[in-house]
């Protein structure tokens, strides 16, 4: 009886630790994977090391904490001073393998600039601007050269600009040879070249169109410092501005010339049948014109008393005519077109003789800007420029250190001020065979948004 007893308890005891061992595996849940990787790869080992001076082989290893994959290393890769033939490049698992083809200059220091062609292969981390140091001498240089670069219309930056090193001084050299050192722009358009030799250099900026890494076409956006610069003197910031001498060209496309319509009809530029008081009057036609008689066309006023001073012009295209004058606020006037008057390159004339009837806008319809500038040069020709995305749409000279307009069209706007050297009332692009500068456009940190009937005023410190 005892031993039943016994065995009886010892079963519940084993059902018992059954259950809880089971209830307790329940709980159990499956990993969650931890915390992603944001890590970039770490360098743990360079042959020869970091840094090496006196270096005679022609290959480097670098060896990563981490499976690691290059990416876009042809527009990553700076080499300075730069190889006339580049070298081999490989990477397996987690190290790269640099092969140098061309002859290592003596006592140089060398930069393998990575940009940001390294990375991880799982997650994508980057490792930003890894750079390996070597010299082929007992030192390594170690000066630096730092700036900026700006583009002289706009006053924006251009990050996909080169900024390039000659010790060649000679003019003609950065038309015809590669450059010593290069480097690339950050987001705000600044520069800083390291490991740099005690020596003067011409310095320049090259949005490179074709690669070849010399500035030969006026489309490429260029600038050029007047004298040679010293990294062991230059302690201040250099400042450049870049141009294009000449605008690009646009895509020629051939398409095939639409017939004239059998029939020639205009339309106007108003909005809801309303002058804008500080643009023409347009009249567009679909077909070109081939007879513009501008005597025939009259412009009065409601009792048709033509309105003196008036002018009429008509555009490359030949279909688009615009009639100036100082259209004044709140006034209706007639515009008589006669039939006669106007005939396209088919023949055609209008059906009828036109006889449009508009108003003008408010005073109320604009905005009233005052604006009170301090530390601006009167001397240096300003010029507020007024843009809509990259797009000048107004300029006005400033002549004062105050400026107001009572009637501005409403929108947002940025502003620029153009130093207008040659007071000719737009902006001027450098020529480097002169070694004229370009005119310089300053890019203010300022919106403003104008709206109809409403003052503003703003004070500008430059």
Same mark, same amino acid.
């Given at each position: 009886?005892?031993?039943?007893? =016994?065995?009886?308890?010892?079963?519940?005891?084993?059902?018992?630790?059954?259950?809880?061992?089971?209830?307790?595996?329940?709980?159990?849940?499956?990993?969650?994977?931890?915390?992603?990787?944001?890590?970039?790869?770490?360098?743990?080992?360079?042959?020869?090391?970091?840094?090496?001076?006196?270096?005679?082989?022609?290959?480097?290893?670098?060896?990563?904490?981490?499976?690691?994959?290059?990416?876009?290393?042809?527009?990553?890769?700076?080499?300075?001073?730069?190889?006339?033939?580049?070298?081999?490049?490989?990477?397996?698992?987690?190290?790269?393998?640099?092969?140098?083809?061309?002859?290592?200059?003596?006592?140089?220091? !060398?930069?393998?600039?990575?940009?940001?062609?390294?990375?991880?292969?799982?997650?994508?981390?980057?490792?930003?601007?890894?750079?390996?140091?070597?010299?082929?001498?007992?030192? =390594?240089?170690?000066?630096?050269?730092?700036?900026?670069?700006?583009?002289?219309?706009?006053?924006?930056?251009?990050?996909?600009?080169?900024?390039?090193?000659?010790?060649?001084?000679?003019?003609?050299?950065?038309?015809?040879?590669?450059? $010593?050192?290069?480097?690339?722009?950050?987001?705000? *358009?600044?520069?800083?070249?390291?490991?740099?030799?005690?020596?003067?250099?011409?310095?320049?900026?090259?949005? +490179? *169109?074709?690669?070849?890494?010399? !500035?030969?076409?006026?489309?490429?956006?260029?600038?050029?410092? @007047?004298?040679?610069?010293?990294?062991?003197?230059?302690?201040?910031?250099?400042?450049?501005?870049?141009?294009?001498?000449?605008?690009?060209?646009?895509?020629?496309? !051939?398409?095939?010339?639409?017939?004239?319509?059998?029939?020639?009809?205009?339309?106007?530029?108003?909005?809801? +049948?309303?002058?804008?008081?500080?643009?023409?009057?347009?009249?567009?036609?679909?077909?070109?014109?081939?007879?513009?008689?501008?005597?025939?066309?009259?412009?009065? $006023?409601?009792?048709?008393?033509?309105?003196?001073?008036?002018?009429?012009? =008509? @555009?490359?295209?030949?279909?688009?005519?615009?009639?100036?004058? +100082?259209?004044?606020?709140?006034?209706?006037?007639?515009?008589?077109?006669?039939?006669?008057?106007?005939?396209?390159?088919?023949?055609?004339?209008?059906?009828?003789?036109?006889?449009?009837?508009?108003?003008?806008?408010?005073?109320?319809?604009? *905005?009233?800007?005052?604006?009170?500038?301090?530390?601006?040069?009167?001397?240096?020709?300003?010029?507020?420029?007024? /843009?809509?995305?990259?797009?000048?749409?107004?300029?006005?000279?400033?002549?004062?250190?105050?400026?107001?307009?009572?009637?501005?069209?409403?929108?947002?706007?940025?502003?620029?001020?153009?130093?207008?050297?040659?007071?000719?009332?737009?902006?001027?692009? *450098?020529?480097?065979?002169?070694? =004229?500068?370009?005119?310089?456009?300053?890019?203010?940190?300022?919106?403003? /948004?104008?709206?109809?009937?409403? +003052?503003?005023?703003?004070?500008?410190?430059?």
């Amino acid at each position: 009886m005892k031993k039943k007893i =016994i065995l009886f308890l010892g079963l519940v005891i084993c059902f018992y630790a059954l259950i809880t061992f089971n209830s307790g595996c329940a709980q159990i849940s499956s990993p969650t994977g931890g915390a992603r990787d944001s890590l970039p790869p770490v360098l743990v080992k360079a042959s020869p090391p970091q840094n090496t001076v006196n270096f005679k082989g022609n290959r480097i290893s670098l060896s990563f904490n981490e499976y690691i994959d290059l990416q876009e290393l042809q527009g990553n890769l700076i080499i300075s001073p730069l190889q006339k033939v580049n070298p081999v490049v490989s990477y397996n698992l987690k190290s790269i393998s640099v092969r140098f083809k061309d002859t290592l200059l003596p006592n140089t220091t !060398y930069s393998l600039d990575f940009g940001n062609a390294i990375k991880d292969v799982h997650e994508g981390n980057v490792l930003k601007n890894f750079t390996y140091v070597f010299s082929t001498g007992n030192t =390594i240089d170690s000066l630096k050269l730092s700036g900026r670069v700006i583009l002289a219309e706009t006053g924006n930056v251009d990050s996909t600009i080169m900024v390039m090193l000659y010790r060649n001084t000679a003019d003609s050299a950065v038309l015809k040879t590669k450059p $010593d050192y290069m480097t690339r722009l950050n987001g705000s *358009g600044r520069f800083e070249f390291k490991n740099l030799p005690d020596n003067n250099f011409n310095i320049y900026a090259l949005k +490179d *169109g074709d690669g070849g890494k010399t !500035y030969n076409s006026k489309t490429e956006l260029f600038a050029f410092q @007047d004298e040679p610069v010293n990294p062991a003197t230059n302690k201040d910031s250099i400042q450049l501005f870049a141009y294009a001498e000449q605008k690009s060209d646009a895509k020629i496309s !051939y398409t095939l010339k639409a017939p004239a319509e059998k029939k020639l009809r205009l339309t106007t530029n108003l909005t809801a +049948d309303l002058q804008d008081l500080l643009q023409p009057f347009e009249l567009s036609f679909n077909n070109p014109l081939k007879l513009f008689d501008s005597t025939k066309i009259l412009l009065s $006023d409601t009792n048709y008393h033509r309105i003196p001073n008036f002018t009429t012009t =008509i @555009d490359s295209t030949r279909k688009i005519v615009s009639i100036k004058t +100082d259209w004044q606020p709140e006034t209706y006037y007639y515009l008589i077109i006669p039939k006669e008057a106007i005939q396209d390159s088919a023949g055609n004339f209008l059906a009828r003789t036109d006889s449009l009837r508009f108003s003008t806008k408010k005073e109320s319809d604009y *905005g009233t800007i005052l604006l009170r500038f301090t530390n601006l040069d009167i001397t240096k020709h300003p010029v507020i420029l007024f /843009a809509e995305g990259e797009t000048v749409k107004y300029s006005f000279p400033i002549l004062e250190s105050q400026w107001t307009n009572k009637r501005f069209p409403p929108g947002e706007y940025s502003i620029r001020i153009l130093y207008d050297r040659n007071n000719n009332g737009k902006w001027d692009p *450098g020529d480097y065979s002169k070694k =004229i500068q370009p005119e310089k456009v300053i890019s203010l940190d300022l919106k403003l /948004a104008i709206k109809a009937n409403w +003052d503003n005023e703003r004070d500008i410190k430059l």
